[in-house]
């Protein structure tokens, strides 16, 4: 019985507290963004990196992997280096874009 108790545990915090996902392969071509879209988009994007900057570093979901399963923090970790990384070569390339289209400039996160 202790064992079902901990594997659902571990399995609701694996579940609750992985970091945000995000994939530029599925967004829309930064050329063919209105501006509207871009301030938008940019929106979106700072939201997910608020979030995976969250769960970084000594953040509770790593301290709870740390302690229940430790390759959990490790891969939380890595999962939030990528995510910022997407997140802010897709933003450059949001900023840019902004400038070459003429658009209201936003502020970049």
């Given at each position: 019985?202790?064992?079902?108790?901990?594997g659902l545990m571990i399995?609701?915090?694996?579940?609750?507290?992985?970091?945000?996902?995000?994939?530029?392969?599925?967004?829309?071509?930064?050329?063919?963004?209105?501006?509207?879209?871009?301030?938008?988009?940019?929106?979106?994007?700072?939201?997910?990196?608020?979030?995976?900057?969250?769960?970084?570093?000594?953040?509770?979901?790593?301290?709870?992997?740390?302690?229940?399963?430790?390759?959990?923090?490790?891969?939380?970790e890595m999962d939030n280096?990528?995510?910022?990384?997407?997140?802010?070569?897709?933003?450059?390339?949001?900023?840019k874009a902004q400038s070459?289209?003429?658009?209201?400039?936003?502020?970049?996160?």
């Amino acid at each position: 019985m202790k064992k079902i108790a901990a594997g659902l545990m571990i399995f609701a915090l694996a579940a609750t507290s992985c970091a945000p996902k995000y994939t530029n392969a599925t967004a829309k071509p930064v050329s063919e963004l209105s501006c509207a879209e871009i301030t938008d988009e940019m929106g979106k994007l700072a939201a997910i990196r608020k979030d995976a900057e969250s769960k970084k570093g000594f953040s509770k979901e790593n301290v709870l992997f740390a302690v229940f399963f430790w390759p959990g923090a490790v891969v939380n970790e890595m999962d939030n280096r990528d995510v910022l990384e997407k997140v802010d070569a897709r933003t450059q390339e949001l900023v840019k874009a902004q400038s070459a289209k003429g658009c209201p400039t936003t502020k970049a996160p």
